[in-house]
């Protein structure tokens, strides 16, 4: 059995910023890849932010380059999304995804994100 515990969403202003984390426990044979997705009101689920645990390369949607920023913590089992000048758009409820060795794929609870004024 897998776990992803994630944290740190919450309601923020334009132009604010939030840190998400997700950390996973259980059985996990070999960790991947790990990755945000996102889902907001209406819209389908989308891929936010990726990184690889082996070598750190990463790939962001074209709407969050230059503002959101994905890392992780492999000892932890722990992805981290720093989000800065949020917007509006980006109110969703935020996914946390691993993928293992075995290509199965986990996913969080998720958290949701609201950005207001």
């Known amino acids: 059995q897998v776990q992803l515990v994630e944290s740190g969403g919450g309601l923020v202003q334009p132009g604010g910023s939030l840190r998400l984390s997700c950390a996973a426990s259980?059985?996990?044979?070999?960790?991947?890849?790990m990755g945000w997705y996102r889902q907001g009101p209406g819209k389908q689920r989308e891929l936010v932010a990726a990184?690889?645990?082996?070598?750190?390369?990463?790939n962001y949607a074209d709407s969050v380059k230059g503002r959101f920023t994905i890392s992780r913590d492999n000892a932890k089992n722990t992805v981290y999304l720093q989000m800065n000048n949020l917007k509006p758009e980006d109110t969703a409820v935020y996914y946390c995804?691993?993928?293992?060795?075995?290509?199965?794929?986990?996913w969080g609870q998720g958290t949701q994100v609201t950005v207001s004024s």
């Open positions: 259980g059985s996990i044979f070999r960790i991947d890849s």
């Open positions: 995804n691993i993928v293992d060795a075995l290509y199965r794929n986990f």
């Open positions: 990184i690889i645990t082996s070598g750190g390369s990463t």
